[in-house]
């Protein structure tokens, strides 16, 4: 677990760095968000974090590596706020979760006990979201492969059955598995990977047939070259011997008529 002793701050301190990097609060008042504090000025990137309390508040991008996983405990909800753009692996979150730019997620499990959200001012993209029981308000554009909302269980089963004990949802103990197992990777079902290699095994053969096409095309091309050559053999030996034999005989002409002056 990341020891975020190092960033401990204050309500003051927080407040202030949120208003230099112009983020407003959109899901509590400042007197609502729980101690104890921790500030992160900047980027950062954590190879996990897990609260149950607190605030935690980031001023530039956030990324986490491994899980994320801020539930409650009984005491005051967490809230992770990160004005900036944010990158997850594998998240749960039955707390607030803020964001200021865009959430890029594997898998996100939005749960709640009591109180929670996510909000997300920019695009949200991700390849599983599991909502129950909680709210998630994204301003821009939402771009998720599979969503299991349990508001619809049965539709949320058939996206999703690993979600399911007994019939009953359970983020929290599909989370778990998740994290104690391959990671977010691991909530992908193995019958999607393997008809995707069919279409392109036969793509692969649509292009190798191209190039035979090609070369029934360069036969004409070798034909039209034989008459050319043909036409140039009679144009250069004809004339070309002609005028030299009428040269030599005027030369015998005149070696006699100059004999005759000099007698």
């Known amino acids: 677990m990341t020891d975020l002793t190092p960033f401990a701050s204050s ?5 202030a ?3 230099r990097a112009r983020y407003q609060l959109v899901h509590a008042s400042p007197d609502q968000l729980p101690a104890p504090y921790f500030l992160v000025e900047g980027d950062i990137n954590f190879p996990a974090l897990t609260r149950t309390t607190g605030t935690v508040v980031v001023t530039g991008a956030l990324t986490v590596i491994g899980p994320l996983d801020l539930h409650q405990d009984g005491r005051p909800i967490v809230n992770l706020i990160v004005a900036g753009p944010c990158s997850l692996g594998l998240a749960y979150v039955d707390a607030f979760l803020c964001v ?3 959430l890029k997620v594997g898998t ?3 749960d709640s006990n009591w109180s929670g959200g996510v909000f997300v001012a920019g695009d949200l993209t991700g390849h599983t979201l599991v909502i129950k029981d909680v709210g998630v308000d994204v301003d821009g554009n939402q771009h998720v492969e599979r969503v299991a909302d349990c508001e ?3 539709a949320a089963q058939h996206v999703l059955p690993g ?3 007994d019939g009953h949802p359970e983020p929290r103990g599909l989370f778990i598995a998740l994290r104690d197992s391959s990671g977010a990777r691991a909530a992908q079902p193995a019958k999607e990977s393997s008809p995707k290699a069919k279409p392109t095994t036969a ?3 649509a292009s190798k047939a191209k190039p035979k096409a090609s070369k029934a095309r360069a036969k004409p091309t070798r034909t039209k070259a034989k008459p050319t050559k043909a036409k140039a053999k009679p144009t250069k030996a004809k004339p070309t011997k002609t005028k030299a034999k009428a040269t030599k005989t005027k030369a015998k002409v005149t070696k006699p008529k100059a004999t005759v002056r000099r007698r």
């Open 11 to 15: 309500l003051e301190a927080i407040l």
């Open 17 to 19: 760095a949120l208003a």
């Open 100 to 102: 200021g730019g865009d």
């Open 108 to 110: 996100l499990i939005a």
């Open 152 to 154: 619809d269980e049965e």
């Open 163 to 165: 979600l399911f004990e």
């Open 203 to 205: 793509r692969a053969k």
